[in-house]
């Protein structure tokens, strides 16, 4: 049954990527549903999205006020039943700030900011968010960040590549991150962030369509979510 699973949309102030991410869920078969900062509650959701943007002007440190939302506690208690969470870029800094995921995202290595696109290597393909990559698939997705150095020690590092919780790796140099990280899962696998942007990524008039893969990915869990019996 190809039914339009309802994934929602987190905005914040400062969010810029959100109508992207809608736009892209919706051309990849899900039903985007908006989603205010302020609400205390969520809507019946097979998934959640928080994307990229300056959430509060990102101050104090990126995601470090938006993880105060009123919105990011009922985030935190859907992924905490098992809901699906992605969060593209600010959406990553700010699940990592809610302590969703391991790890901090500081200033590039360069101090500059980095737009472009990237080449990064699919670590996992048995997560809800890779399910239509293959382990070691190479991807072309963009990246415009300035605060994308995702850093946790390197036994840390090390504990969540044994346990498979590195998703995404970068194939060339880009930000600095440890491990070359660009995406990384919760140990449950149902919570994942990463910095490059998807949603800008589906269309090869945009120069790919590598990014459609990941979302088209969601977009099927979140389908198989929705239709599971309660």
């Not at 549903?33 to 609400?39: C, G, L, Y």
């Not at 969060?87 to 969703?100: H, M, T």
Request: charged letters at 20%; glycine letters at 10%.
């Amino acid at each position: 049954m190809n039914v339009a699973p309802r994934i929602g949309v987190v905005t914040f102030p400062g969010s810029n990527d959100d109508r992207d991410a809608a736009w892209a869920l919706r051309a990849l078969g899900a039903e985007p549903v908006p989603v205010w900062h302020a609400e205390p509650e969520l809507p019946d959701l097979a998934a959640v999205v928080l994307p990229g943007g300056f959430s509060y002007g990102d101050y104090l440190r990126c995601g470090a006020l938006a993880r105060f939302a009123p919105a990011m506690e009922a985030v935190r208690a859907f992924a905490a039943e098992g809901g699906l969470v992605l969060g593209i870029c600010n959406g990553f800094q700010i699940l990592c700030e809610a302590g969703l995921l391991p790890g901090v995202l500081r200033p590039n290595v360069s101090l500059s900011f980095v737009c472009r696109d990237v080449r990064v290597t699919v670590e996992r393909a048995d997560t809800p968010f890779t399910a239509r990559c293959a382990a070691g698939q190479p991807l072309t997705i963009p990246v415009k960040h300035g605060e994308g150095c995702w850093f946790v020690p390197d036994e840390l590092h090390d504990e969540l590549t044994e346990r498979g919780q590195v998703v995404l790796r970068y194939a060339e140099p880009c930000n600095g991150s440890v491990g070359d990280v660009a995406g990384v899962v919760n140990e449950h696998g149902n919570v994942m962030g990463l910095m490059p942007h998807p949603e800008h990524a589906v269309d090869p008039l945009l120069g790919s369509a590598d990014g459609a893969l990941l979302l088209a990915s969601l977009v099927d869990a979140a389908r198989d979510r929705a239709l599971a019996p309660v």
